[in-house]
């Protein structure tokens, strides 16, 4: 077997989907995950389901030992793990104040904890693997919202995808004798099925919350459906971005991506500019 063989989380809808399709017509080998694997092989492309490069797993990101097993499985099947795409994850709407612990640490397990199982039961494979010229990938699907905590009622959302930032760009340290490379890919709004089902309210809102109440009904009514990203290209985006012989630490996908980027780096810029006396003055002066 030559061609490389790609393990993806989420792949039974939208971008992960997508990627799960893509990598198919193009002869890679992919192990694709699910919660539900029935519904997973009736939303794959029908010519696939037979597919030898296929394989549906069911798995449970928020049990260790679930990953654990999809990982020995793919192995069990393909040999090895060239790339990992870890794409699962959901957006728990709501403030802080508004939100359960429950939908706090859901939001966590799901967006983090998922993660980090599925590199930490990887990792001994992909520290042998060969096979890759440059070495496995690591890409972490992450999202602006994890550089730009500027969306009112997305705070917690915000912070699992921060956390993945700061996971990965530590990771890519980590694995830097073994060849291995860690990337996040920070999507803007790509038009898929995340707001119809990737998207979580608040249990208990609170109504004094009126411009997140607000928030949370524009994404619903002139949002959804309008995104300007195409999910399609956005795919073919991450798997060159895969097997490009030196990828980026940080993939920004799509110019609404790019534009809050470069709005929170001018904020940084102005925030150092500012503060800088004062930062300075802070070291011992012996």
């Given at each position: 077997?030559?061609?490389?063989?790609?393990?993806?989380?989420?792949a039974?809808?939208?971008?992960?989907?997508?990627?799960?399709?893509?990598?198919?017509?193009?002869?890679f080998?992919?192990?694709?995950?699910?919660?539900n694997?029935?519904?997973?092989?009736?939303?794959?492309?029908?010519?696939?389901?037979?597919?030898?490069?296929?394989?549906?797993?069911?798995?449970?990101?928020?049990?260790?030992?679930?990953?654990?097993?999809?990982?020995?499985?793919?192995?069990?099947?393909?040999?090895?793990?060239?790339?990992?795409?870890?794409?699962?994850?959901?957006?728990?709407?709501g403030?802080?104040?508004?939100?359960?612990?429950?939908?706090?640490?859901?939001?966590?397990?799901?967006?983090?904890?998922?993660?980090?199982?599925?590199?930490?039961?990887?990792?001994?494979?992909?520290?042998?693997n060969?096979?890759?010229?440059?070495?496995?990938?690591?890409?972490?699907?992450?999202?602006?919202?994890?550089?730009?905590?500027?969306?009112?009622?997305?705070?917690?959302?915000?912070?699992?995808?921060?956390a993945?930032?700061?996971?990965?760009?530590?990771?890519?340290?980590?694995l830097?004798?073994?060849?291995?490379?860690?990337?996040?890919?920070?999507?803007?709004?790509?038009?898929?099925?995340?707001?119809?089902?990737?998207?979580?309210?608040?249990?208990?809102?609170i109504?004094?919350?009126?411009?997140?109440?607000?928030?949370?009904?524009?994404?619903?009514?002139?949002?959804?459906?309008?995104?300007?990203?195409?999910?399609?290209?956005?795919?073919?985006?991450i798997?060159?971005?895969?097997?490009?012989?030196?990828?980026?630490?940080?993939?920004?996908?799509?110019s609404?991506?790019?534009r809050?980027?470069?709005?929170?780096?001018?904020?940084i810029?102005?925030?150092?500019?500012?503060?800088?006396?004062?930062?300075?003055?802070?070291?011992?002066?012996?």
């Amino acid at each position: 077997m030559s061609q490389k063989v790609f393990y993806i989380t989420g792949a039974s809808k939208g971008l992960g989907l997508i990627l799960t399709n893509q990598l198919l017509e193009r002869g890679f080998s992919v192990a694709a995950t699910s919660r539900n694997k029935q519904q997973l092989s009736k939303s794959v492309n029908s010519k696939f389901i037979t597919n030898e490069n296929f394989l549906p797993l069911e798995v449970d990101l928020t049990s260790d030992e679930s990953v654990k097993k999809s990982i020995e499985e793919t192995l069990s099947k393909f040999s090895r793990i060239d790339v990992i795409i870890n794409n699962a994850g959901y957006l728990q709407c709501g403030t802080i104040e508004e939100l359960t612990d429950k939908e706090v640490r859901d939001n966590f397990e799901c967006n983090v904890f998922g993660v980090i199982y599925v590199i930490r039961n990887a990792l001994p494979h992909l520290r042998t693997n060969k096979f890759f010229a440059n070495g496995p990938r690591i890409i972490n699907i992450s999202s602006i919202a994890g550089y730009t905590g500027g969306f009112p009622g997305f705070s917690i959302y915000s912070a699992t995808k921060f956390a993945l930032e700061g996971l990965t760009e530590g990771l890519n340290e980590d694995l830097k004798e073994f060849g291995i490379h860690a990337s996040t890919v920070l999507p803007g709004y790509f038009r898929t099925s995340f707001f119809d089902s990737g998207y979580n309210l608040p249990s208990n809102p609170i109504k004094e919350y009126t411009t997140v109440r607000k928030v949370e009904e524009i994404h619903e009514s002139q949002i959804n459906g309008n995104q300007p990203g195409d999910p399609e290209k956005g795919s073919k985006a991450i798997i060159d971005h895969a097997l490009s012989d030196n990828p980026s630490k940080n993939l920004f996908l799509g110019s609404d991506s790019i534009r809050y980027a470069n709005t929170k780096i001018e904020s940084i810029q102005n925030s150092l500019k500012l503060n800088f006396d004062i930062s300075i003055k802070t070291d011992f002066t012996n």
